[in-house]
């Protein structure tokens, strides 16, 4: 079984930062690509960042200079560093990640959200 837990979520000014963390933990052999995820109320959940095992990125690009996606393979955890952030940031943010599970094999796993919210 395979867990993906986020933090780092809360309430932040317009302008300002946070960093989000996702942990990955459980019987894993390996991992692939790693990314966030968002999801504001009324909306599809939409992809914000991705990262391969290799650290190849992509963004959304509403938030292409704003936000960075890294990972570290060797704790299994990968980071969304927000700056700039604005009001439409606001959403419940996802951590995903394609995972080869002992036992198991290859399957998509979720974390349960963090709240993210951008208000003065």
């Known amino acids: 079984q395979v867990q993906l837990v986020e933090s780092g979520g809360g309430l932040v000014q317009p302008g300002g930062s946070l960093r989000l963390s996702c942990a990955a933990t459980?019987?894993?052999?390996?991992?692939?690509?790693m990314g966030w995820y968002r999801q504001a109320p009324g909306k599809q959940r939409e992809l914000v960042a991705g990262?391969?095992?290799?650290?190849?990125?992509n963004y959304a690009d509403s938030v292409k200079g704003r936000f960075t996606i890294s990972r570290d393979n060797a704790k299994n955890m990968v980071y969304l560093q927000m700056n700039s952030l604005k009001p439409e940031d606001t959403a419940v943010y996802y951590c995903?990640?394609?995972?080869?599970?002992?036992?198991?094999?290859?399957?998509?796993?979720w974390g349960k959200g963090t709240q993210v919210t951008v208000s003065s």
């Open positions: 995903n990640a394609v995972v080869r599970a002992t036992m198991v094999g290859v399957g998509d796993y």
């Open positions: 459980g019987s894993i052999f390996s991992i692939y690509a």
């Open positions: 990262i391969t095992s290799g650290g190849n990125t």
